[in-house]
């Protein structure tokens, strides 16, 4: 059974950093892409990063291209979101999500949340102005 586990988020003055954490369980490393994804109340779900199973390529949502950087820890089951110069527009929900279809090839595949199997529960993160 696979499990994927959020941590990390927290409440953070604009302009400040959070990393934010996924601890999976049940998908050994090398199986599936992994990625980031938002709500914020009243929106949709959007894309925020996405690392590709082979850890070759990431891919960002333009909104935290250059501010927010996904990686893969050490133990390979970690996934992280290291967050820097954060906005109060940044302020939502964040889940953590792997998906067993390593056919993707481009950003509109990454990004699409139906290429994703597998989600956590969520962490949240509030960004004060």
């Known amino acids: 059974q696979v499990q994927l586990v959020e941590s990390g988020g927290g409440l953070v003055q604009a302009g400040g950093s959070l990393r934010l954490s996924c601890a999976s369980s049940?998908?050994?490393?090398?199986?599936?892409?992994m990625g980031w994804f938002r709500q914020a109340p009243g929106k949709e779900r959007e894309f925020v990063a996405a690392l590709s199973w082979n850890d070759k390529y990431t891919y960002y949502a333009d909104s935290v291209k250059g501010r927010f950087t996904i990686s893969r820890g050490f133990a390979r089951n970690t996934v992280y979101l290291h967050m820097d110069n954060l906005k109060p527009e940044d302020t939502a929900v964040y889940y953590c999500?792997?998906?067993?279809?390593?056919?993707?090839?481009?950003?509109?595949?990454?990004?699409?949340?139906?290429?994703?199997?597998?989600w956590g529960q969520g962490t949240q993160v509030t960004v004060s102005s």
């Open positions: 999500a792997a998906g067993r279809n390593r056919d993707c090839s481009d950003y509109a595949c990454y990004a699409a949340p139906l290429r994703y199997d597998y």
């Open positions: 049940g998908l050994p490393f090398g199986t599936a892409n």
